[in-house]
């Protein structure tokens, strides 16, 4: 595998494909570096959420795993030490979470600081919320969980947008974009997850009502973040999934479960044109 940037993995790009159509596509808008950063990076945390949502393996498993993968992440990557971590689970993993250290291996090392110390904040999150089988009993605590899942995917953006690009943005806001799209989520996923995984994200005493007003006001958040933006393909990729998340929280308001795949075609278009 090359460690160049100018040769990023095609298998990288296969798996992010594969894992989500949604953020492939965005994501291939951005210029070279960046590119492969965000790439690398939503592999890397992709590959820790696959342990979180595993409905088939035992809370007190995932934080014990959650926080040595958080505590590795805080020190030079060892591939040897992280195969060593998940080996308990290694037959229960997909191929991006078996593949970490490829993809932190693709990062380009000028970000890879960055990536690493956003992974190992998640993993700690994650590991802290299944060790609390997700009991989220207040605004407050949905906040915290949505920032740990979505919000800080939202200030790593940030920083590397500054970076690599010049680019200055207002951290809430970009704590606000991620929740904003977590939120919209929970909302779509709410049954699934109460059935598959006996797990409710929603705050004790709350109708969808409140949490339709909890993701309007976050994606409200989302769209003053966007005023910020003055680079063209920062604007196109974060564009697409706020986008989405609007037409996606519309059509549940209208009654509907989601939106068709003709609509995501419709949307993805619309952006590359404007």
Not at 142 to 148: A, G, S, V
Request: net charge negative; charged share 30%.
């Amino acid at each position: 595998m090359s460690k160049t940037n100018e040769k990023f993995p095609k298998a990288a790009l296969r798996v992010l494909k594969e894992t989500s159509r949604t953020f492939y596509i965005p994501i291939t808008f951005l210029q070279n570096e960046l590119k492969h950063t965000v790439a690398s990076a939503y592999l890397v945390l992709r590959a820790i959420d696959e342990i979180e949502d595993h409905d088939e393996i035992d809370n007190d498993v995932k934080h014990t795993i959650l926080m040595q993968v958080s505590e590795l992440f805080q020190q030079p990557f060892s591939e040897e030490k992280y195969l060593q971590i998940i080996e308990p689970i290694e037959d229960k993993m997909p191929e991006v979470t078996l593949r970490l250290g490829d993809w932190v291996e693709a990062c380009p090392k000028s970000t890879l600081p960055f990536v690493m110390e956003s992974s190992s904040e998640m993993a700690y999150g994650m590991a802290k919320w299944a060790k609390a089988n997700w009991q989220i009993r207040t605004r407050e605590d949905l906040d915290d969980y949505t920032y740990y899942v979505a919000g800080l995917v939202g200030v790593l953006l940030s920083k590397l947008w500054e970076v690599c690009a010049g680019v200055k943005t207002d951290h809430e806001l970009a704590i606000g974009y991620g929740r904003g799209l977590q939120a919209v989520n929970i909302l779509r996923n709410e049954k699934e997850d109460l059935k598959e995984r006996g797990v409710s994200f929603v705050p004790e005493g709350w109708t969808r009502t409140e949490l339709f007003k909890y993701a309007e006001e976050n994606l409200a958040k989302a769209d003053e973040y966007m005023k910020s933006l003055n680079k063209r393909s920062i604007i196109l990729f974060c564009r697409l999934p706020l986008a989405l998340a609007h037409k996606t929280l519309k059509a549940m308001k209208d009654g509907r479960e989601k939106i068709t795949r003709a609509e995501v075609e419709e949307v993805v278009e619309d952006i590359q044109v404007n």
